[in-house]
């Protein structure tokens, strides 16, 4: 059965994020996928300091097992799709989160063709610059981007209010049912993910 991981980046195991993240796996349950909210907690996630250490050992993790993002980087091979979900705060997505997203992509987790969506929950504004700033890894690690019907927005403060986002709530379902259907496509036509070529950085400063 194919499987979709979805991250729950914000601080408050059951807040609105997690509102949100259900609901698309709810519809993505319906279509016959299956789904694993992870929760990232309120303990501290490290940044990524650049060591490089990951790339240049092969490792396919980070080197740091201090927190949760090698068991992340493991349940995101053995999955087929990815969504992040935060809540906003000054217009961003969570610290902790992003700290998330950056380690395990660049320590190597298997993504590639992979699709993938970005929640984000707020009060009132800053929702569409954390949405951009959330899917904008997706699209340097060949992850194609589940759409859906406006941009994957709910609104709400206290716990639970956004599953009173009408609007929201479908904008969950209908990215859910775009990202099953794509992975189930994906896997019917069995096409081989493109062969990447090589790297050739250019730099501005010389």
């Not at 050992?57 to 091979?77: A, P, Q, S, T, Y």
Request: hydrophobic share 40%; aromatic share 8%; glycine share 10%.
């Amino acid at each position: 059965m194919s499987k979709v991981l979805l991250i729950n980046g914000s601080p408050h195991e059951r807040g609105n994020t997690y509102t949100a993240l259900n609901e698309a796996a709810l519809a993505l349950n319906a279509e016959g996928i299956e789904t694993e909210i992870v929760w990232i907690g309120t303990k501290p996630v490290r940044g990524c300091i650049a060591c490089g250490t990951c790339a240049t050992r092969g490792l396919g993790h980070c080197v740091f097992n201090d927190d949760l993002c090698n068991e992340v980087i493991d349940k995101m091979n053995a999955a087929d799709g990815l969504i992040v979900g935060s809540p906003v705060y000054y217009g961003t997505p969570t610290g902790n989160v992003l700290n998330l997203i950056h380690r395990m992509l660049f320590a190597g987790a298997q993504v590639a063709g992979k699709p993938a969506a970005a929640v984000a929950i707020c009060r009132r504004g800053g929702a569409t610059s954390a949405f951009q700033t959330l899917q904008m890894p997706f699209q340097m690690v060949n992850m194609p981007l589940a759409t859906s019907q406006y941009w994957n927005i709910a609104y709400g403060r206290e716990q639970g209010e956004a599953s009173q986002d009408a609007e929201g709530m479908q904008t969950m379902r209908t990215m859910a049912r775009n990202m099953a259907w794509m992975i189930k496509q994906f896997k019917a036509a069995g096409a081989p993910v493109p062969e990447m070529e090589d790297w050739q950085p250019t730099h501005f400063i010389r």
